[in-house]
Structures are given as structure tokens and as C-alpha cells.
């Protein structure tokens, strides 16, 4: 890796905010290029209203940004920033639930239009409803693949339905089909639900007593997939930061392994990594959540343009 001193301020990559440096993903290394020419459009949002144990989230962005300075470009395989990664300016997050999660909508819906791939950086889950109403608007038939400790299926949560907890009834809510990867903990409502409404999912405890399959998805499962990564998902070994951690997730190597099997004959159309709570002083759980971007990065733009011989 080169060598880094003061962060470079690089037009359209990188943004002051507070006196602060809001780096873009990977500026030190990438060179100023237009949206359009970039596949990957990072929007970051720095979302925290209903969580409810740990709190944390709205610093995940920056956490992750800046961690993100610190990643090999190599991924083993290909070069994954050559796809172009253009980060967007933090989404504006004070006022209602509603009044932001329209913000993010529209965002999201921006991207979309360009023909390039929305990567929404939480901020809590919430922030995926908004991501999911612009998907849906556009693509109409695709599915959500969701990571995460928790199903998130409750109609309200603590007097609320914009919350964390609830983030994939409001998808239930738009009729879109979605699968559960890593699931540990949910209520007997959600269970029931989920048997009601065929949801499918491969829980944590299947994962931890076999392998991941090479093949998740159901057949007939959309082709067109949204990915909602909440990084509780994670084993809490490697993923401490975050606001309501479940002991027994995903490895590394299972996490990376389920994403490439979900992969598998599907067109990913966007994604987004949530729930990053940052502990001051420990770096390990912010550069994961930078790396399993960035490895998505390039499972992703391989599958669009795979590395030349
Ligand atoms: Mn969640």
C-alpha cells in the first residue's frame, strides 16, 4: 500500500463536513472520475432513531469510509475499484423517519436511473425501506436477500413501524418475496409468519451444523436481487460493533461463501451494509464491513465483466 499522509481532498470524492474529512470510498487510491462512469455509487446514511439496545450507528458510515482507505485493491482475483466506485454526499438524516427515508428513496431512484448499482452505508436497518421502495419502483420483479441475526418481521416495534425491527415487514408489506440468511433470533409471531407467508430462509443454526449450501436461492426465487447485509449477521466475535449482537452468526469464510452462492445466477441491482455501531479504538469490525463491501464489489462487477486473460 502507498504510503498516506494528510487525507487528499479529491472534487466530487471527498467532503468536509464539521471540520471534518468525509473521505469518499477508497479516494486515496481512486482518481477523480464522473458518476456515470462508475459502477458502484456509495450513499452514505447516517441514520439513528429507534435502535434499541446499543447505540453507534450513525457513526458507521465515516467509520467505514475511512477504512475503507486502508484496503489492498487486490481482492485476490481482479481489481474490483476498476468498475469505478463514486461516493455520493451523506444523506441529509434530521427530521421525521418518513421526511428521510423519502430522501433516501429518491437517492436510491437517481442511481437507478443511471443504470448503476445504489451501496447504501447505515446507519440502522430502517434505512433499507427506503432503499427497497425505490427498487421496487423500478425493477418490478425482484427479491430482497437478507443477512441478519434478527428477521426484523414485526409490524411495530416499541410504538413504531419505521423501525430496525420491522425493516423487512415493510418489504412483506410492498409483496416483495424475500430469503433470510443467518437468522438466531426472532419472535413467535415472526415465526409464524414466516411459515404463513413461505418465507424462505437458511438460519444460522443450519449453517453451523452443515456447511453453506453452493446453492441457496430457491429456482424460483426473482433473478433481480436486492441484497440487505445487516452485519449482526455476523458472528459477534468478528462483528462486536453493533447495537444488538446474537452469539452463533456467520463466519468470515460462511459469509462470503452464502453471498457467492446467492451470487449465483443472480443479477445483484444494489445493495446495502447496516447496523454498524463503531467501538472507539477498534478498527477490526469497521475494516470487515469495508473489505465485505469491497469483496461485493468485485463478485458483483465480475458477473457483469469477468477479468480479461
Ligand atoms: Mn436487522
Redesign the pocket.
Same mark, same amino acid.
Given at each position: 500500500m502507498k504510503e498516506r499522509n494528510n487525507p487528499i481532498v479529491i472534487q466530487n470524492s471527498t467532503f468536509k463536513i464539521n471540520n471534518s474529512f468525509f473521505p469518499g470510498f477508497l479516494s486515496s487510491e481512486l482518481a477523480p472520475t464522473p458518476p456515470e462512469s462508475c459502477l458502484f455509487h456509495v450513499i452514505p446514511v447516517p441514520y439513528e432513531k429507534t435502535v434499541s439496545y446499543g447505540t453507534g450507528t450513525r457513526t458507521g458510515p465515516l467509520a467505514i469510509l475511512k477504512s475503507s482507505l486502508q484496503l489492498e485493491l487486490f481482492d485476490g482475483i481482479g481489481i474490483p475499484a476498476e468498475y469505478g466506485i463514486y461516493t455520493h454526499p451523506q444523506v441529509n438524516c434530521v427530521g421525521k423517519a418518513e421526511t428521510v427515508l423519502k430522501r433516501i428513496t429518491d437517492a436510491v431512484s437517481n442511481v437507478l436511473n443511471l443504470n448503476k448499482i445504489p451501496v447504501i452505508l447505515g446507519g440502522e436497518?430502517t434505512v433499507s425501506a427506503g432503499a427497497f421502495k425505490a427498487v421496487k419502483a423500478h425493477f418490478k420483479d425482484f427479491g430482497i436477500v437478507q443477512f #441478519?441475526a434478527?428477521a426484523?418481521l414485526r409490524d411495530t416495534y416499541h410504538g413504531t413501524s419505521l423501525s430496525?425491527a420491522c425493516?423487512m415487514r415493510r418489504a412483506l408489506d410492498m409483496d416483495i418475496p424475500i430469503y433470510q440468511i443467518g437468522v438466531r433470533s426472532l419472535s413467535w409471531e415472526e415465526h409464524l409468519l414466516r411459515e404463513e407467508r413461505h418465507i424462505g430462509h437458511l438460519d444460522a443454526s443450519a449453517i453451523g451444523m452443515a456447511h453453506v449450501p453452493g446453492l441457496i436461492l430457491p429456482d424460483d426465487f426473482p433473478k433481480n436481487i436486492y441484497i440487505t447485509f #445487516?452485519v449482526?449477521g455476523l458472528d459477534p466475535s468478528i462483528m462486536p460493533a453493533t447495537g444488538t449482537p446474537e452469539p452463533g452468526g456467520l463466519s468470515w469464510h460462511q459469509a462470503v461463501s452464502a453471498l457467492s452462492s446467492v451470487l449465483r445466477a443472480r443479477k445483484v441491482v444494489g445493495f446495502d451494509v447496516?447496523?454498524l455501531a463503531p467501538i472507539p479504538g477498534m478498527h477490526a469490525p469497521e475494516f470487515t464491513v469495508a473489505r465485505l463491501i469491497y469483496n461485493l464489489f468485485g463478485m458483483i462487477g465480475r458477473q457483469k465483466r469477468p477479468p480479461q486473460p
Open positions: 436497518h #441478519d434478527h426484523d430496525h425493516v #445487516d449482526d447496516v447496523e
